[in-house]
């Protein structure tokens, strides 16, 4: 994986907060990060689709949603990035996650 490119991919915010929600709970479907990140449809998947360009992020099919997890061949220091940056910046994206757990 190219360092720029992950920096990159991780550079913008509606990215990094999906990026962030997928590593807290292990997966989320294009619908709960609309719900979660008050965005459209086309707009969410567009930047799922950078994710998944560049090896971030996979996506499995079921019926009419698409769900996304990290990468299971992410390099190790991408991890870490990622899981580092979960845990130390909550506020960051909490408002999202609770935006998620009402529904």
């Given at each position: 994986?190219?360092?720029?490119?992950?920096?990159?991919?991780l550079s913008?915010?509606?990215?990094?907060?999906?990026?962030?929600?997928?590593?807290?709970?292990?997966?989320?479907?294009?619908?709960?990060?609309?719900?979660?990140?008050?965005?459209?449809?086309?707009?969410?998947?567009?930047?799922?689709?950078?994710?998944?360009?560049?090896?971030?992020?996979?996506?499995?099919?079921?019926?009419?949603?698409?769900?996304?997890?990290?990468?299971?061949?992410?390099?190790?220091?991408?991890?870490?990035?990622?899981?580092d940056t979960?845990?130390?910046?909550?506020?960051?994206?909490?408002?999202?996650?609770?935006?998620?757990?009402?529904?």
């Amino acid at each position: 994986m190219d360092p720029c490119q992950f920096y990159k991919c991780l550079s913008d915010e509606t990215r990094l907060k999906s990026l962030l929600i997928i590593a807290e709970l292990g997966e989320a479907c294009v619908c709960h990060l609309m719900t979660a990140l008050a965005i459209e449809q086309p707009k969410i998947s567009r930047h799922l689709a950078e994710l998944r360009k560049h090896g971030v992020v996979i996506d499995d099919r079921r019926g009419k949603w698409v769900y996304y997890q990290l990468h299971p061949d992410l390099p190790q220091w991408a991890k870490t990035v990622i899981d580092d940056t979960r845990r130390n910046n909550r506020p960051y994206f909490e408002q999202a996650l609770t935006q998620l757990r009402t529904l």
